[in-house]
């Protein structure tokens, strides 16, 4: 089973700041991995797909970047409705698996 | 816009078998890959296994041995069976659909709480 560990487990930032959310695999997972937002009570999001691709509606000012065991997901400058839970996700090989999760909080 | 729905019991004892299943409007099963994913109270998530269109399944080995996902293009329907359920077993079920043939995922439902409790 891949591990997704991601970094760091909570990040306290003011809106109009830049976000950086790391997602490190335990073995390669090419460019097979995905990012989701989870609000409280909501179900994830897709936000980023195969490293760099933005999903259907999602704003410019998130990005994906990385390959092979390193990722990063970047809020270029952060927006209210932004704080939350992200997690990466990889499809490299099954079983899917997820990271345990960044907190993004407002500082 | 394709709208997926979890339905089933909210409690379950132990040893006994979770059921859960989500309904799919707007759009079809046909051509997608369909999953099954949860997440105990506080913590993150796991992909528990999905169903092709065509019945073709594949599951979290990890659950392997109690798992059995199944797929009703009649009804525009999967569902999700988890025998010989413990407390370790309570979460929240989300059932999603696939992005295209890929293993992420692009529509997720609300999302149902089930307690394995006496």
């Known amino acids: 089973e891949i591990v997704l560990t991601q970094s760091p487990a909570t990040l306290s930032l003011s809106p109009g700041e830049r976000a950086t959310l790391s997602c490190r695999a335990s073995q390669s997972v090419s460019s097979y991995l995905a990012w989701y937002q989870q609000k409280p009570g909501q179900a994830p999001r897709l936000l980023i797909y195969?490293?760099?691709t933005r999903a259907t509606g999602i704003p410019g000012r998130f990005s994906g970047s990385g390959s092979g065991t390193d990722f990063t997901l970047t809020i270029s400058s952060l927006e209210p409705e932004d704080f939350a839970v992200y997690y990466c996700?990889?499809?490299?090989?099954?079983?899917?698996?997820f990271g345990q999760g960044t907190k993004l909080e407002i500082k | 816009q394709v709208q997926l729905q979890e339905s089933g019991p909210g409690l379950v004892k132990p040893s006994e078998t979770l059921s859960l299943t989500c309904s799919v409007s707007?759009?079809?099963?046909?051509?997608?890959?369909w999953s099954w994913i949860r997440q105990p109270p506080g913590k993150g998530l796991e992909w528990i296994g999905y169903v092709y269109y065509t019945g073709i399944t594949n599951y979290n080995p990890s659950l392997k041995s109690r798992v059995t996902i199944s797929a009703d293009t009649s009804k525009n329907q999967f569902s999700l069976e988890l025998t010989s359920v413990t407390s370790a077993d309570t979460a929240v079920y989300y059932c999603?659909?696939?992005?295209?043939?890929?293993?992420?995922?692009?529509?997720w439902g609300q999302g149902t709480l089930v307690t394995v409790s006496s």
């Open positions: 707007g759009g079809s099963l046909s051509g997608y890959y």
């Open positions: 996700q990889q499809r490299s090989a099954w079983p899917y698996t």
């Open positions: 999603a659909r696939h992005l295209r043939d890929k293993g992420h995922f692009e529509y």
């Open positions: 195969d490293v760099s």
